[in-house]
């Protein structure tokens, strides 16, 4: 749109100027998002219902408007991972033992709160995630838990629930091995798309079909935070130790899917 404004050479006045920008970037001034405040623990995931954002540091959940403003705060237990937001609640992958060790280690579970002021409403045990809940995602009226991985697999693993978190089956994803498993999980645009450590020894980020069977390899780094804005926006996060306070700082950045460069991500900067 804007190309095309100025290729023809049009006199474009300030405040049609100021429209198109908010139409652009609808929620915020800026591509990124910074979160307020430090926190016990580093970003591990972020949702949105497109009126706020929902960051998990592991041991605290927190609530900001789409300009990173605190609305709301609590305490978790360690270890609170990635999180989706769905139908007025926010739902997260929790892990109370091991992660990355054979079965009979770990202990699963997903907390649901009530995304309005974060009040812890129920506990599901998903012990079917056997090296750790470490991320969650919802799709076509089920949710879909991923988590840690042994050094030794060269597979992940996504489990499938339904809506009550009755475990239906465990999904094989043929993407090699990625270090620690998968991080974060989000669904859009017809795919998955799970956010891996361990670049560049392994793929940043796994591009997965409907069906978990087709993988694609992407380089960009969404292992602390990715969810769906809307069109072809995700937010990506960030995070980092503050070296005065000794905790950890947490922000989002938009980024726009661009098919065409050969699935890479693009900054909206």
Same mark, same amino acid.
């Given at each position: 749109?804007?190309?095309?404004?100025?290729?023809?050479?049009?006199?474009?006045?300030?405040?049609?100027?100021?429209?198109?920008?908010?139409? %652009?970037?609808? +929620? #915020?001034? /800026?591509?990124?998002?910074?979160?307020?405040?430090?926190? !016990? @623990?580093?970003?591990?995931?972020?949702?949105?219902?497109?009126?706020?954002?929902?960051?998990?540091?592991?041991?605290?959940?927190?609530?900001?408007?789409?300009?990173?403003?605190?609305?709301?705060?609590?305490?978790?237990?360690?270890?609170?991972?990635?999180?989706?937001?769905?139908?007025?609640?926010?739902?997260?992958?929790?892990?109370?033992?091991?992660?990355?060790?054979?079965?009979?280690?770990?202990?699963?579970?997903?907390?649901?709160?009530?995304?309005?002021? %974060?009040?812890? +409403? #129920?506990? /599901?045990?998903?012990?079917?995630?056997?090296?750790?809940? !470490? @991320?969650?995602?919802?799709?076509?009226?089920?949710?879909?838990?991923?988590?840690?991985?042994?050094?030794?697999?060269?597979?992940?693993?996504?489990?499938?629930?339904?809506?009550?978190?009755?475990?239906?089956?465990?999904?094989?994803?043929?993407?090699?091995?990625?270090?620690?498993?998968?991080?974060?999980?989000?669904?859009?645009?017809?795919?998955?798309?799970?956010?891996?450590?361990?670049?560049?020894?392994?793929?940043?980020?796994?591009?997965?079909?409907?069906? %978990?069977?087709?993988?694609?390899?992407?380089?960009?780094?969404?292992?602390?935070?990715?969810?769906?804005?809307?069109?072809?926006?995700?937010?990506?996060?960030?995070?980092?130790?503050?070296?005065?306070?000794?905790?950890?700082?947490?922000?989002?950045?938009?980024?726009?899917?661009?098919?065409?460069?050969?699935?890479?991500?693009?900054?909206?900067?």
């Amino acid at each position: 749109m804007v190309t095309t404004l100025f290729k023809n050479k049009k006199l474009i006045p300030a405040y049609c100027i100021a429209l198109l920008l908010s139409v %652009l970037f609808p +929620l #915020t001034g /800026h591509a990124e998002i910074i979160c307020d405040g430090h926190y !016990g @623990g580093h970003l591990q995931g972020i949702a949105t219902d497109g009126k706020s954002i929902y960051w998990s540091f592991t041991v605290e959940l927190v609530k900001t408007d789409m300009n990173g403003k605190i609305i709301k705060n609590v305490n978790g237990p360690s270890h609170h991972g990635d999180i989706v937001y769905h139908t007025g609640k926010v739902y997260v992958a929790v892990n109370l033992g091991l992660f990355n060790q054979e079965p009979g280690k770990a202990d699963s579970w997903v907390y649901v709160y009530d995304a309005d002021n %974060l009040t812890l +409403l #129920t506990k /599901h045990d998903v012990q079917e995630v056997v090296h750790g809940a !470490g @991320g969650i995602t919802y799709y076509n009226e089920h949710f879909y838990v991923v988590g840690g991985l042994p050094d030794s697999y060269k597979e992940n693993y996504v489990y499938k629930y339904d809506k009550d978190f009755r475990f239906i089956e465990r999904h094989v994803v043929k993407s090699g091995h990625t270090q620690l498993g998968i991080q974060t999980a989000c669904f859009a645009l017809g795919s998955f798309w799970f956010g891996c450590y361990g670049y560049p020894e392994n793929s940043a980020l796994l591009k997965v079909d409907a069906a %978990l069977k087709q993988v694609e390899w992407l380089d960009t780094h969404t292992s602390v935070g990715i969810d769906f804005l809307d069109a072809d926006r995700f937010l990506q996060g960030f995070t980092g130790k503050d070296n005065d306070t000794g905790k950890y700082w947490g922000k989002a950045r938009i980024i726009r899917f661009d098919n065409s460069r050969r699935g890479r991500f693009i900054g909206m900067d």
